[in-house]
């Protein structure tokens, strides 16, 4: 057993493997496959103040290695999650993280106080990178300036750990990196997913009722890769990477460019114990190799 | 009922008609009870362009044997892998997914109406009727002659009406304009099939007042309700048909039929 | 036959299907497998004014459903091409078109100029984009101000057909194909390869000797449909689709998208006759659905 | 000599030892003319994790029935794809592709060197050898008896010396520690295997002056000399090891080897 446990801010993490936003519903759905518990954390469902019914169906197309997804953060908002759905996965002995959506500042630091009460929720990510909503989302995420505004409202409105998830879509993600730390935020998370399009030649229209969705899965590992690379070199708070992270060498991919922890997202619709198998892989590889902790290969291709 | 991730094993692949087939596969665990309506979530390995789970209706189960069937049509790259399965491969499945249909009352009439490889669930539905004492009708829906699937197991359980677009075999016309279907007061009606279908049944249920469940087939990617991808608008809002459904009684769907 | 003539600026091509700088060599390469007169146009190498050796290899990784190149414009320099090369394929019945990369202004004006005076060649494609080299490249094509700046000089000093080549790796693709469209480009080509990252989890270091690379094939796909969908609706120019096409079907999403032509890359590596099944195939797609020419299902979703 | 892309048909698959297959297919067309230490380019469907074709050395040629021979281990998910191939199933290859080793003159010693599936490419061109009228030797290097791969058709063309580095069976140590490597006055000496090897043989041939060509396997995508990402630093420069090579001189090599 290597010593998997990592820190986030002043938060500690039993290993650093979570699950990623949307991808790992509010953690129950998978109570009959495994513990969830034994994961680092759980990020939840991409959250909002108002309910919000989403995007019109369809909402996913399959493409090569990948799959591209147009939900548009379909969620019942903070109160429905406050009444129903926290005294149920407060039980949980991991970090339950909500993320955090919003169509202005206010929307976000709102949201991001009224989470700030709930004492079993020890972090937020706060998503300025979702590719499926007109307003907010992806404009904080891919706007220096909106960016900075915004994480540093919510720095002052949220008191734990402060996560900013950022978006890929970006001539240079060093520069987001740079500003969330600035502002500070405890940590950032990336990538979110790509912006893309599929068409159905025969119907001769988009596969999305949207026309363009986010871009996820092993498909875009390298460029998520890349992107956590570049992050972690950039800033020295710690990056959690994610993109296409199927196994447990490809977590350690993003570990050994410089990731702190990792979020599995796709994955765990093909295998819903992909992240407790990363957990697992993640040991037995340092266990076989000698490392006595995770930090050992933390970015070691940059030493 | 608790979901499970498991390696079945393929005990048969056999040809139904030109472009379906069925798949018997078994649990060396024994399988879970399996409600009629439910569906499974099959990997589908060795093929590059299938990157999810494809969903698929449970088409019958045998306890005794701990066997499940799956009834497919040969849609794209997936099924087509499907379709190359041969016995003692393992096949691996998380199942049992989704609501069911509503079963019956004793004494109610019951009309199953389906086509193409919408018959999936009807099978284990109608046994599952059969075994509540009631007897079902069928009425099937094909192109013409030579699409027409088989269906003698259907025939076991309950009359089976046909129809076919050109009149090649059974009646000429949809499944809506058999005169069994038309002329008689079915109480409850359940559907599976084509979206024009479904839509035409739903259309002449609600008109005539007539209880009517329909098996939707959205697209999925994650089958367990996490995705969001699936949705049905519905009077509740945007439910997920992979756990809200696939069922769905047309009274809380939102399609634009005239009933 | 459907008619499947198109043009760019004012030069007509046989048919939309081109093959994608630095994945068909000089063409002569595939004289072994089909008369590569039947294409539309072949983009040769990558050339530079002086030769070079490119970057150390390793230089290629495979990804999921795609590849990592670092070539980094290997080339054996304008001199050559001109004695060598250019004799020699000036004889194809099809458009010969170079790619011009340079790591100054000077440098892509001086290459241009030098290929306005080759008679064979009724087109270049200015490359801001190569993600693979350390000057110039993709510095140009991702700094608004840079673009311009190369694109009005090229403009000057080049006459003929000019085709600009886009990088995606920038927040908002649509400003790059106007600056093209506002400098004079003919035409703008998209999209180079995203910059990506690949670990050899075994050895803990950098699959490729340059560390990151271009991503390209299939996976990058529906990145390239929707950057090549903006470009279309931004610019009124002809637009060059390009990423992950390995058959007729992916070819018509990017025509359904708004492209005018296309260009098949990756996939020559893996059928060698890609790009010729993609000329046939969109005839006979064409010819089934009853459509009489190409330009029928250009841009057939924005309509 | 034209490349051709074909779909060959598999008619065997034989285990040679742990992890290594021999797959032979032939072509319903004939064979073109094969040079020794020419490969080809597999394309190998049905795996997900397979993007780009394999090369794989032409490990023997048989032009009356135009078959040829792919000596292949497992060393990831394409070649292990491979080894699945039935008897009878199509394999679409690129060939024939690269240079090729520059066959003896008359009279002169030649051993050719290999370990591992760097036998591969050694068959075919003892054979050639052979076929040229001089008598070929064999030096194989193998971490240990299990390890050592059936070789009895390079018995058939010459002497064999085996090393094992545990000496488990033969010598005791690597190929170059063969007393019949190191005190023979060889001409020739042909060589494909692991890099270390590789570097080790060229090392004692560049001290001993004895022409060496080795036989790389670089990293490839095309295998056609388009995409320049398999390229070999030489004193002329990068060249592509698909086109230029895969055999190259050891003098022309910028090896960091001490001679
Ligand atoms: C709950 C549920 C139960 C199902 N039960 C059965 C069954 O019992 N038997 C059966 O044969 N099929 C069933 N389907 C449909 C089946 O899942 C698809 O045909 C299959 O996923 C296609 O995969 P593929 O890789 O072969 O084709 P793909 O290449 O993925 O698709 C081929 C074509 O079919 C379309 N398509 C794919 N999936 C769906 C879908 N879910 N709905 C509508 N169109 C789709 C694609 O858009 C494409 O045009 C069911 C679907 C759902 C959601
Ligand atoms: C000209 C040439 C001739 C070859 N001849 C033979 C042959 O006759 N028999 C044979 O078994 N193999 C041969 N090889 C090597 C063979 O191509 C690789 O083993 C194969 O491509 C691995 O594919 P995979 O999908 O099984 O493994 P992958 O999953 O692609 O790779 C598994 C591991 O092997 C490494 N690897 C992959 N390709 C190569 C390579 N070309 N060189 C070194 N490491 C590699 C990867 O980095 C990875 O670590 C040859 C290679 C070349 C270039
Ligand atoms: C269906 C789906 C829904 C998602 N919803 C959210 C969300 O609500 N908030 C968020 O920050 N990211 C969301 N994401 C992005 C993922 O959290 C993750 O950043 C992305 O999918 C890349 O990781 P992956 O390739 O492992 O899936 C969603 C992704 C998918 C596929
Ligand atoms: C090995 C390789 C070399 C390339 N060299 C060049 C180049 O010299 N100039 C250029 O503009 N693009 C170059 N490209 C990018 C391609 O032209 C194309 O833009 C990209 O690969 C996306 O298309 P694809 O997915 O169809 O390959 C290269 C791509 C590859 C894979
Ligand atoms: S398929 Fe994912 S929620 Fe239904
Ligand atoms: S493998 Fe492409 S040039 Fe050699």
Known sequence: MADLRIKIGTLEFRNPVMTASGTFGYGSEFDDFFDVSALGGIIVKGTTLESREGNPYPRMAETPAGMLNSVGLQNKGIDYFEKNIYPRIRQYDTHIIVNVNGNTVEDYTELSRRLNALDAIPAIELNISCPNVKKGGMIFGTNPAAAREVIAAVRQA????????????????????????????????????????????????????????????????????????????????????MGGIMNADDALEFIMAGATAVQVGTASFIEPLAALDVVKGIDSSLDSRG????????????R | MKKRIEDLTVTQNRRLGEGFFVINASSSQGLPDILPGQFVQVLVTDSPATFLRRPLSVHDVDMSTGTIS????????????????????KINIIYPLGNSFTLPLKGERVLLVGGGCGMAPLLYLGRKIREAGIEPAFALGFRNRSRILDHDELTKLGEVFLATEDGSEG???????????????????????????????????????????????????????????????TTSGNLCSCTDGPVFNIRDLKWQISG
């Open chain 1, 158 to 241: 949220y008191s734990r750990t402060l996560i900013v998830k950022l978006s890929p879509n970006v001539t240079d993600i060093t520069e987001f990196a740079r500003i969330s730390e600035g502002e500070g935020a405890d940590s950032v998370s990336l990538i979110n997913t790509l912006v893309g399009m599929a068409i159905d030649v025969r119907a001769m229209k988009p596969r999305l009722a949207a026309i363009t969705g986010g871009l996820s899965g092993p498909a875009i590992r390298p460029v998520a890769l890349r992107m956590v690379w570049q992050a972690a070199k950039a800033v020295s708070i710690p990056v959690i990477g």
């Open chain 1, 291 to 302: 490392f006595a902790s995770v930090s050992d290969v933390t970015g070691i291709i940059n």
């Open chain 2, 70 to 89: 799956l009834l497919v049509q040969i849609a794209g790259a997936g099924t087509e892998r499907l379709s190359r399965l041969n016995p003692g491969e």
């Open chain 2, 171 to 233: 009646y000429r016309g949809f499944v809506t304009d058999l005169p069994q279907f038309r002329d008689k007061d079915w109480d409850r009606v359940y559907c599976c099939g084509p979206e024009p279908m479904m839509k035409a049944v739903a259309a002449a249920c609600l008109r005539r007042g007539i209880f009517c469940e329909v098996s939707l087939e959205n697209l999925m990617a994650c089958g367990i309700g996490v995705c969001l991808c699936c949705i049905v608008p």
